[in-house]
């Protein structure tokens, strides 16, 4: 028994099949999920080194290689190393291959993909883009999620991979002078909010970098400037009673299974391109 369920969803067109189906599956069960995308496999020490995360992780497999050559093969090797793995495909081909008497074709990446998901992604980015560092403020309203940060703790790039998961973030910089605007206090407790914050000593090189063109560097002067930032930071999450995260030695894709796994935004997926 377990309560987390992890699913590799495989393919050898762009995966969004199997993930489709995987996430469908997982929310009827009551426990930590996460999915994982693995697209473009069409090589067997693909396949192989998809099998061995999988059975260090103990992940199912679901997947929908068309090529029967690699899907035999996916399927012998799970079986000796133990993984759990479900072809999706294959039933449904053998029902209409009985219903029609014909072959499949067998041709990898013919489904549709303007479908409402896909939609609903692009809306998300087209919002993310426009509310960006402070944009149009009168619309942070819509958002799904607000970010605010200081300087290079990337709220941009942050906010543009959970706009590729469909949601709707707005963003706006922190500085050491900076008021937080009334259009974002009305929303606490309206919309989630994520304060970012960074490590003082990364702060402080980040600042001399940005001071180097300069022949003289005031040293008590850029730490006051950085403890200032700083000090200004955290009364405005306070404020707003942010999830404060340090971004210092995480990966964006980290951060964002983090701030996803608070709110129950959507879920947790990763996507891996061959």
Avoid: W
């Avoid at 964002?256 to 391109?273: A, C, Q, Y």
């Amino acid at each position: 028994m377990t309560d987390k369920l992890h699913i590799f969803a495989v393919s050898d067109s762009v995966g969004e099949t199997a993930e489709k189906i995987a996430v469908a599956s997982v929310l009827q069960f009551n426990v930590e999920r996460s999915i994982t995308r693995f697209s473009r496999v069409t090589k067997e020490q693909q396949v192989m080194d998809i099998l061995d995360k999988a059975a260090q992780e103990d992940a199912i497999v679901v997947y929908t290689i068309v090529k029967p050559e690699l899907s035999a093969f996916l399927e012998s090797k799970a079986k000796e190393l133990g993984v759990s793995a479900v072809n999706v495909l294959s039933p449904l081909f053998e029902v209409i291959q009985k219903k029609t008497g014909l072959e499949p074709s067998y041709i990898s990446g013919l489904t549709h993909r303007l479908d409402d998901h896909y939609f609903n992604r692009v809306k998300a980015i087209e919002f993310t883009i426009d509310h960006d560092n402070g944009q149009n403020l009168d619309t942070f309203k819509d958002a799904d999620l607000i970010i605010l940060g200081l300087p290079r703790t990337s709220k941009t790039p942050l906010s543009m991979h959970l706009a590729n998961l469909g949601i709707k973030v707005a963003n706006y910089p922190i500085l050491r002078d900076t008021e937080i605007p009334e259009e974002i206090v009305e929303l606490k407790g309206k919309v989630p909010m994520v304060g970012l914050t960074i490590d003082v000593d990364t702060l402080m090189e980040l600042r001399r970098e940005r001071l180097r063109s300069f022949e003289d560097i005031d040293q008590q002067a850029l730490d006051e400037m950085v403890a200032e930032e700083l000090d200004n930071a955290y009364r405005i999450y306070a404020k707003l009673k942010c999830l404060v995260i340090d971004v210092t030695t995480d990966d964006i894709e980290t951060i964002g299974n983090t701030i996803t796994h608070k709110f129950k935004l959507p879920l947790k997926v990763t996507h891996h391109r061959f």
